[in-house]
C-alpha cells in the first residue's frame, strides 16, 4: 500500500500546479530557531511540561464529586445546543477550506462537519475575521477563480491580505448547509460608512436563506486606528455613530428583506466592552436590529512577537484559573446582554491572537484549555464560541487543509483544539437543554477542574480534567461521583504529556494522524469504557494528563456507522486539492459502510490500539484497500 501510495502522490505532485490563481504573499514561514523550517502549523518543535504543583500547595487526588438533583441546576448557565462549539474560518480560506463553489466542496471539510453532527446537531460556524473588512464581492476573477487576495492597500497588523470573492463562494456555504444544516455567521465591511458596504447581505441573502444565523456588522473595531483603517483619533463616539447610519441605511433599504439579524459589537482588544455597552446604551440603541452580542477575543494579544515567552504561558494556561479569569472579565457583560434578551457570541477566540505560540497552541495543552474554556463559558451563559482557524501560518488551527504546494495534497491537519471541540460537544449533546455547571471540584483545586450537564436539570454528563503531566501515573487522580447510577460510560481524551503533540492525542481512542494525515476522518477503534459503582458512587480514574466525559445515563452518542461520510473523486489541478463534486454527494453517502469501518479500525499512528485489539489487526488489509482506492480515484481524476 505505502509504495502504491506514494506512486499516487508522486504523480499528483507531477502535475503541473496552476500557481496563477491564488497569490499568496502572506504570510511566509518564519524560522522558529529550532531546525524546523517551514509552515508553522506544521512545526513540531514542543515546549516543556508545566511544572507539576510544589510541595507547599496542598493536593488530594481521590475527592468526592456532589451533583445536584435537586432540579434547581444550581449555578449552571443557560440552555445550549450541542452546536455551541464551532469554528470560526478565516475569510481568505474559504476557498481552501470549504472549496470554490456548491459543486466543489472540500471532502475532508465536510466530514468533520459531519462528525460534529452525528454528536451535537448542525453545526453553527462562522467565515469572516480581518480579511471581511476590505473583501469586495466582484462578479468573476481571472481564470473562473471564486477567491483571491491582493497585498496593495493597509494590510493591517496580522499580515492580512485584501480580498476579492465572488458568489460561488456563498454557494458553497449554502451547498454545505444543504448537506449538513450547517449554519452561517458571516461578516459585512465596516471599512466605509458612505456609502455603507451591503453588497453581502444584497446577494447573500436569498443565497442562504434561513442558514444565515447572523450578521456581524464590523470586525474588532477597536482595531481599526492601528490597522490603518482609520485615521488617528477614532473613537467608540465615532464608532456608534458609524454603525447607527449603517443600520440606519439597512433599515431603509429597498431590497434586503430581514433588519434584524446584526451582531456586534465585536470589539476585542483595546476598548473595554462593558464601556461601550454602558456609556452608548449600546443594547437597547440598537435592540431593534441586532440579533445577539458578540465577543472577539484571545487571552492574550501575540502579535509583537517576544512579548510573552511561550513557556511562561504554557505554565499559566494550564491551570483552571486561566479559563475562570477569561470568564469572569465578561460576567458583566453577559448579564447586560441577558437582561436585554440577546444571546452572546464568542465569534472568535484561540489560546493567542496573531497565530497563537509555538508549543502551546499545538499541544494537548491547548485541547485542555479549550475544552475548560467551552465549559467555563457555557457555564458562564455564553451561546455559541468559536475556535478560529487561521491558516498555514497559525500554530492553533483546529483543522488546516495543506498548503498549495503541499505533496499529498489531499491530506489534511487535525489539531488539539478539535479533540476539544469534539468532546465538549459530545458532552452537550443534540437535545437543545444542556445546561453547564462548574462543580469547583476537589474545593476549586485550579489543576482537576470538573464541570457537571444536566438535561432538563438533572445531572446527565460530568467532564473532568486533569491538567498536570506526570507519565508516571503519581498524578492520576480519582473522582467519586456520588449517583444512583449502577454503572457509568466513560470517554477520555488522553495525550502522554500535555506538551504533547499530534499524532498522540486521542478522543475516546481515536486520532486523526499527525501532519498530513486526515481526511477528516477519525482512525482507531472507537473505545467507551464502562466503569461499575457501587454503594451509590462511581469511582472515575482521571489520568495527568487526560479528561474524562462521564456519561451518567445511557443516553450517550454511539458511534453510528452510517454517519455521513465524504470521498473525494476528483482531484484539481489548477488548486491542487481534493474537492467533491455534489452531484455525486447527493446520491452516495462517501465511503460505503463497509470500508470506512476497516479505515477507522486501522490505527494511523498507535500501536497500541493495534495490539488492544484484534478487530483492528484483522481490518488493517481492508485499510490498505481503502486507501489506495482512494488514492485510485484521485489519481484517475487527476
Ligand atoms: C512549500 O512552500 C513552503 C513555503 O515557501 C516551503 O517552505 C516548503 O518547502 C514548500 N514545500 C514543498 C514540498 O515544495
Ligand atoms: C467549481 O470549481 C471547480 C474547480 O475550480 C471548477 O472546475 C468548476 O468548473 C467550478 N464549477 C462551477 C459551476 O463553477
Ligand atoms: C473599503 O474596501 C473596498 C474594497 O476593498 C475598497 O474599494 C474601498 O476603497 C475601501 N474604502 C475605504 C474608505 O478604504
Ligand atoms: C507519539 O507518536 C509517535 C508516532 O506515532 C510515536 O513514535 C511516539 O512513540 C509517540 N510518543 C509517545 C510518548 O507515545
Not at 434578551?341 to 496573531?354: F, R
Request: contains cysteine; aromatic residues 8%.
Amino acid at each position: 500500500m505505502i509504495p502504491l501510495l506514494a506512486a499516487a502522490v508522486a504523480a499528483l505532485a507531477a502535475a503541473p500546479a496552476a500557481a496563477d490563481v491564488s497569490v499568496y504573499p502572506y504570510p511566509q514561514p518564519v524560522p522558529t530557531g529550532g531546525p524546523y523550517e517551514g509552515w508553522q502549523a506544521y512545526d513540531p518543535t514542543p515546549l516543556q511540561d508545566p511544572p507539576l504543583p510544589g510541595a507547599d500547595q496542598p493536593l488530594n487526588l481521590n475527592f468526592q464529586v456532589t451533583l445536584d438533583t435537586s432540579g434547581q441546576a444550581q449555578g449552571a448557565g443557560i440552555e445550549l445546543e450541542g452546536s455551541y462549539m464551532g469554528i470560526s474560518i478565516e475569510m481568505s480560506l474559504a476557498e481552501a477550506i470549504i472549496g470554490p463553489n456548491a459543486t466543489w466542496l472540500r471532502p475532508q471539510f465536510l466530514n468533520l462537519m459531519s462528525m460534529l453532527k452525528e454528536r451535537g446537531g448542525p453545526p453553527v460556524l462562522r467565515l469572516g475575521g480581518n480579511t471581511q473588512e476590505k473583501a469586495e464581492l466582484v462578479d468573476s476573477l481571472p481564470g473562473g477563480a471564486s477567491l483571491g487576495k491582493l497585498a496593495i492597500g493597509p494590510t493591517g497588523y496580522t499580515n492580512t491580505p485584501t480580498l476579492m470573492y465572488t458568489l460561488d463562494i456563498l454557494k458553497a456555504l449554502r451547498a454545505t448547509s444543504d448537506l449538513l444544516g450547517i449554519r452561517w455567521f458571516l461578516g459585512i465591511p465596516m471599512n466605509q460608512t458612505t456609502p455603507p458596504r451591503l453588497e453581502i447581505v444584497e446577494q447573500g441573502e436569498s443565497i442562504m436563506g434561513e442558514y444565515l444565523w447572523g450578521w456581524q456588522l464590523g470586525n474588532e473595531p477597536d482595531l481599526y486606528e492601528l490597522h490603518n483603517y482609520r485615521t488617528a483619533g477614532y473613537s467608540q463616539q465615532n464608532y456608534i455613530d458609524e454603525f447607527q447610519s449603517i443600520l440606519d441605511d439597512l433599515a431603509a433599504h429597498p431590497t434586503i428583506q430581514t433588519k434584524n439579524k446584526i451582531g456586534g459589537p465585536g470589539v476585542c482588544c483595546l476598548w473595554k466592552l462593558d464601556d461601550i455597552l454602558t456609556n452608548f446604551n449600546y443594547l437597547d440603541r440598537f435592540s431593534s436590529q441586532l440579533s445577539s452580542m458578540i465577543i472577539e477575543h484571545y487571552p492574550i494579544d501575540n502579535c509583537v512577537k517576544g512579548q510573552n515567552d511561550p513557556q511562561t504561558m504554557m505554565n499559566q494556561y494550564t491551570m483552571h484559573s486561566h479559563p475562570q479569569k477569561f470568564a469572569n472579565d465578561y460576567k458583566n457583560a453577559v448579564g447586560l446582554a441577558l437582561a436585554a434578551n440577546k444571546p452572546v457570541i464568542l465569534l472568535e477566540t484561540n489560546t493567542a491572537s496573531c497565530n497563537g505560540f509555538l508549543g502551546l497552541s499545538d499541544a494537548f495543552a491547548a485541547a485542555l484549555w479549550i475544552a475548560d474554556l467551552g465549559l467555563q463559558l457555557a457555564a458562564t451563559s455564553f451561546s455559541h464560541i468559536m475556535v478560529h482557524l487561521g491558516g498555514q501560518a497559525a500554530y492553533y488551527n483546529p483543522f488546516v487543509s495543506p498548503p498549495h504546494n503541499a505533496t499529498k495534497p489531499f491530506m489534511w491537519t487535525v489539531g488539539p483544539p478539535w479533540y476539544a471541540i469534539l468532546m465538549v460537544t459530545e458532552a452537550l449533546g443534540p437535545s437543545g437543554h444542556a445546561r453547564v455547571a462548574d462543580l469547583n471540584a476537589n474545593e476549586g483545586n485550579t489543576y482537576t477542574p470538573g464541570y457537571v450537564i444536566y438535561e432538563n436539570n438533572q445531572p446527565a454528563r460530568v467532564v473532568l480534567l486533569n491538567y498536570m503531566s506526570d507519565p508516571t501515573g503519581a498524578h492520576d487522580y480519582t473522582a467519586n461521583i456520588q449517583t444512583a447510577a449502577s454503572q457509568v460510560r466513560v470517554r477520555y481524551m488522553l495525550a502522554p504529556t500535555v506538551n504533547a503533540k499530534i499524532p498522540n492525542i486521542t478522543w475516546a481512542g481515536q486520532s486523526f494522524g499527525s501532519y498530513f494525515e486526515s481526511d477528516g476522518l477519525p482512525r482507531g477503534e472507537h473505545t467507551t469504557e464502562t466503569v461499575p459503582c457501587s454503594g451509590g458512587v462511581c469511582a472515575i480514574k482521571v489520568p495527568a494528563p487526560g479528561a474524562a466525559l462521564v456519561f451518567l445515563t445511557d443516553a450517550a452518542y454511539q458511534p453510528d456507522e452510517d454517519m455521513k461520510t465524504f470521498a473525494s473523486s476528483h482531484t484539481t489541478r489548477m488548486h491542487n486539492t481534493a474537492a467533491v463534486e455534489l452531484g455525486a454527494l447527493q446520491t452516495s453517502n462517501g465511503l460505503d459502510a463497509k470500508v470506512r469501518a476497516a479505515m477507522k479500525k486501522a490505527s494511523t499512528s498507535s500501536p497500541q490500539n493495534v495490539k488492544k485489539n484484534d478487530a483492528a489487526s484483522r481490518s488493517a488489509g481492508a485499510l490498505a484497500a481503502a486507501v489506495c482506492a482512494l488514492a485510485g480515484a484521485l489519481l484517475l481524476a487527476a
